[in-house]
């Protein structure tokens, strides 16, 4: 089975510049993850989706963070304006539904630097 | 919030010995408890999982072990091989309904030779 593809891989931008990332999640998923994972530390969540509805996005800098999920399948995270802190991964994950228990697929992630 | 806590942050040991890897969770709630792999630039793969229903689940060389009462849950490696050299992250769910994973800030384990 297809795993979560993600776009771009890498991205290198200037500080306040903007940039979007590309999720599509594994056929059938409907529940979808945005994590950042900076340098040396785990996963935190930005934002998670059931379908095209917002379950989760405390932990999203919304006066810079965005994202969508149009018709409950792929998703697109923006950022701006991009600062320097915003240098991490940014990984997509999909499961099944929301159930705990679910195992959750994440795909190679989208590498941002700001500079 | 859940808040996962995890120990070591590096771990070095010897090829053919055993590796563990401990954390702790605070919401008592939480009853799923799965632990990711990453290898360097990949993508985190689960490796094993534990529901809160069971103390102990085994997969080859790759144990876990939960202790509700405490709120700490463990993974065990034995007789590592060079392979097994990863970052390894350990998660909370408390699947009540927003059924949030988060995640433990990770164990660099170092295979040695």
């Known amino acids: ?115 | 919030g859940e808040n996962v806590e995890q120990h070591p942050s590096t771990l070095s040991v010897q090829e053919g010995d055993s590796a563990v890897i401990k954390c702790t969770y605070s919401d008592s709630a939480s009853n799923y408890f799965p632990w990711y792999k990453q290898e360097l630039g990949k993508r985190p793969q689960l490796i094993i999982d534990i529901r809160s229903n069971v103390g102990e689940k085994k997969d080859q060389r790759i144990a876990v072990t939960l202790n509700k009462t405490a709120k700490h849950f463990s993974l065990h490696i034995t007789e590592t091989q060079p392979e097994d050299s990863a970052v390894y992250f350990c998660a909370a769910s408390n699947g009540a309904g927003d059924d949030k994973i988060i995640f433990g800030k990770g164990t660099r384990l170092h295979i040695l030779p």
């Not at chain 1, 969540?45 to 409950?72: H, M, T, W, Y």
């Not at chain 1, 701006?80 to 915003?86: F, V």
């Not at chain 1, 991490?88 to 994440?106: D, E, K, M, P, W």
């Open chain 1, 1 to 115: 089975e297809a795993g979560v593809a993600q776009s771009p891989r890498y991205k290198i931008i200037e500080k306040r510049q903007s940039v979007a990332f590309w999720c599509n999640p594994i056929s059938g998923h409907a529940t979808l993850y945005w994590y950042q994972q900076i340098l040396g530390q785990g996963p935190k969540l930005l934002i998670q989706f059931q379908n095209n509805g917002v379950v989760d996005d405390s932990q999203l800098p919304k006066d810079r963070f965005s994202a969508e999920r149009l018709k409950g399948v792929d998703s697109t995270l923006k950022i701006q304006p991009a600062k320097l802190e915003d240098s991490a991964v940014y990984l997509c994950a999909s499961s099944q539904n929301r159930v705990a228990g679910n195992t959750i697929y994440f795909g190679e992630g989208s590498w941002l630097t700001v500079v």
